[in-house]
């Protein structure tokens, strides 16, 4: 009698187990050594079916085995992905502390996740049945002759039908005929590209470090190494990553290149397709699960040679990767701040020491984590001091608000900069990171605000949909008619958003057409590159926008950058404001004089005095970040120390707080057991920067250290317990290693 496989099966749950199951009769032919890393449908609680993955085969089992339940369907023939990549998932869940289904789940796309077959979808394709037909016997039938007639040629798509007049209905005419008949075909995948591989020979000339760079990695492309490449803004890093690019792709290997929003994807993948006639597929959010797969089932087949995606990309399966790239490394954005919380250029870093190969991030404005690493030698660090071309860098000039009449938070100085500008054919662009019409809508007769009643926020007034909107939560409410504590009706709006900007420079600048880029008016698909391409059409010389307007856009006519208002960030208790603030105006003043013309940066503030703003205006963002590499030394933060923080919700403060207050005796025993606590420092529970949202009142526990092992032996030994804490059923709580945001 052959002996029962028992396959322990890990399950996208909230948990930190896996669970036993046996394998039917029927499967246990089964190759026992090809079964980890292999989708299975099996039961889970009551009628309820899961999708899993096999993660160990036969281990030592607590229950009897007549008591396991059997695996309901063995999905794929073969591990799902190669060896390295699973392998990588694995350490991930370790190192961040997330449940392995999970991340193994959050790795693939959608339609794997549901249990779809890892396969294209195929193609409809219709061919004539009979060679024999007598296409004379259709002359009265015109329709069905001109698709006999294609069809006898070839077969033909239904789309390639379609392009040439041919109609459903017409198709299924000849088919009841028995005339024709339709198959799927699975789409052609281009496998031998690298043999038809071509450069284009029109590309710019490279500066002496440009050069330079790329010879630096060139030179170990057979090797795991990590560059910074720190460049200025306008000083060619993506021509770089092209020129490195060249000796991979003409070897047939792939490269990963990584990007922090959607909004850039398009334009990267226009400047790589202008240069290299290769297969190029691309990988965001914004593609529908079919799309998604495809791209993956691209790359992990070696049919795409370059995958350009944010963050979730770097999960694709390649099947011969040779380069990883991360542009813009120090955004935020390649932080994922829910569910698992990994950090995408950290797993890309790993990811790349793992298959032996070269990654290299490139920055204006690199993280203080990526530059600390570089400064310490773990990184080679490439320097580009200087702008491609005959482009310099703008100037930067301070205006003080103090006093002055503003006109939607426009000073009399930078409307008449704008004039000047404007009168010469250039373009100018304001930044300004608050949508709607304004922030607060307050009575003008006692003073109440417009309070979120499930957060601890204010309503922002939209004008143009009028209607308040909550943009923490998401909730909104109709404007009110009346003040709800006095009953006046001399409602007001309080400060200045992109909305009512907009309504300003239209009165202010009628002869000159403005756009307004925010996530209000960019939802409808390809609308925001539809606005892309008619700003550098010239059809707008007002550009007016938030973050999406910041990274990484190139337009050669904008002459002048005004930065609104940014005096919220010098104030802020988030020890990281700082270093955002000044990545965020370096990478808005670098829309500025991006060619020949001269650029201008303008930044408008109450505190011009603000020793922030003076070593960004007079010394640029170099000198800061060394100087706040310090200042973080000193105050023992990161990334001179490693972090874990968790998080806790409930609709009852208390609840939130005194699980935390738990978790926090089981870790201070691990640490006092291990004779760590004077290595690991546990602070809280406290309230979070926004202590109530969405209803919930949120706390926090965070533990630091100076040893990174500490902090994950620590959350290694506690988390199993915290998890068995009865309080912790009743609310939501989460762990999030290397934390970047508190609020």
Not at 156 to 176: A, D, F, H, I, P
Request: contains cysteine; positive net charge.
């Amino acid at each position: 009698m052959t002996s029962p496989i028992i396959c322990r099966v890990a399950l996208a749950i909230p948990l930190h187990k896996q669970f036993d199951y046996v394998l039917p009769d029927y499967l246990l032919t089964t190759e026992v050594d090809t079964l980890v890393g292999r989708r299975v449908r099996v039961p889970f609680g009551g009628k309820r079916q899961m999708i899993g993955v096999i993660c160990d085969v036969n281990p030592e089992c607590d229950y009897a085995i007549d008591k396991l339940k059997k695996v309901t369907q063995l999905i794929d023939t073969a591990p799902l992905l190669d060896k390295s990549l699973w392998s990588l998932l694995r350490w991930a869940a370790f190192y961040y502390q997330h449940p392995l289904g999970d991340v193994f789940q959050q790795a693939i796309p959608t339609h794997l996740r549901q249990g779809k077959e890892a396969i294209f979808k195929g193609e409809e394709y219709w061919q004539v049945s009979d060679s024999d037909i007598k296409i004379d016997d259709f002359k009265n039938a015109k329709k069905q002759r001109q698709a006999l007639l294609l069809l006898q040629a070839s077969k033909l798509s239904y789309q390639q039908l379609k392009e040439q007049g041919v109609t459903r209905q017409t198709l299924n005419t000849l088919k009841e005929k028995e005339l024709i008949t339709s198959l799927e075909l699975q789409p052609e995948s281009d496998l031998n590209w690298a043999n038809h591989f071509s450069e284009t020979a029109q590309k710019p000339t490279l500066t002496t470090e440009q050069a330079i760079a790329i010879t630096s990695v060139t030179q170990y492309m057979e090797q795991f190494k990590c560059y910074l490449l720190e460049g200025i803004t306008g000083s060619g890093k993506t021509e770089v990553y092209l020129n490195i690019l060249k000796p991979i792709l003409a070897k047939g290997k792939q490269a990963l290149v990584i990007v922090p929003e959607i909004g850039l994807t398009p334009q990267t993948v226009q400047r790589f397709k202008a240069r290299f006639n290769v297969p190029i597929h691309i990988k965001h959010s914004g593609l529908n699960a079919r799309q998604q797969l495809d791209t993956w089932l691209h790359a992990q087949q070696g049919s795409a040679a370059i995958i350009i995606g944010t963050r979730s990309a770097i999960f694709s399966d390649c099947k011969n990767l040779g380069l990883i790239i991360i542009d813009e490394e120090h955004d935020a954005s390649f932080k994922q701040q829910e569910g698992f919380r990994y950090h995408a250029r950290d797993f890309a870093i790993k990811r790349a020491h793992k298959e032996n190969i070269p990654i290299i991030l490139g920055s204006a404005t690199p993280s203080l984590e990526t530059l600390h690493n570089a400064l310490q030698g773990k990184y080679k660090h490439l320097y580009l001091t200087q702008r491609a071309g005959k482009a310099k860098p703008p100037s930067s000039s301070l205006i003080n608000l103090a006093g002055l009449h503003l006109k939607s938070g426009l000073s009399p100085q930078l409307i008449e900069l704008m004039h000047q500008h404007l009168a010469r054919n250039n373009q100018v662009i304001l930044f300004l990171n608050r949508r709607g019409y304004a922030p607060v809508l307050m009575c003008h007769e006692c003073g109440w605000l417009v309070k979120c009643s499930r957060c601890d926020a204010f309503y922002t007034y939209h004008k143009s949909a009028n209607y308040l909107h909550c943009h923490h939560c998401s909730s909104t409410l109709p404007v009110p008619h009346q003040c709800h504590d006095c009953g006046s009706t001399q409602l007001i709006a309080t400060g200045v958003g992109t909305e009512q900007l907009e309504e300003t420079l239209k009165a202010e600048f009628p002869d000159y057409p403005t756009v307004r880029i925010d996530r209000d008016n960019t939802r409808k698909k390809e609308s925001f590159n539809q606005y892309l391409n008619d700003i550098n059409s010239g059809k707008y010389k007002i550009l007016l926008g938030t973050q999406m307007l910041a990274k990484g856009h190139h337009f050669s006519d904008v002459t002048l950058v005004a930065l609104i208002d940014v005096d919220g960030a010098l104030f802020s208790n988030d020890f990281r404001a700082s270093e955002r603030l000044a990545q965020l105006f370096t990478q808005v003043a670098g829309r500025a004089g991006r060619e020949e013309k001269k650029g201008q940066v303008v930044l408008q503030t109450h505190h011009p005095e603000h020793s922030l703003l003076q070593d960004l205006i007079n010394n640029g963002y170099q000198e800061f970040s060394r100087n706040a590499l310090q200042e973080r030394v000193i105050a023992q933060l990161p990334p001179s120390t490693y972090q874990a923080l968790l998080r806790a919700e409930a609709s009852v403060p208390t609840l939130a707080e005194n699980f935390l207050g738990l978790c926090r005796q089981i870790f201070s025993q691990i640490t006092v057991s291990n004779g760590t606590d004077k290595q690991v420092l546990i602070l809280g529970p406290i309230p979070a920067n926004m202590e109530r949202r969405a209803g919930k009142y949120r706390f926090q526990l965070l533990l630091q250290s100076s040893t990174r092992s500490l902090i994950t032996q620590t959350l290694q030994q506690g988390l199993t317990k915290c998890e068995q804490l009865p309080e912790g059923r009743k609310l939501k709580w989460s762990i999030d290693v290397d934390p970047i945001d508190f609020t």
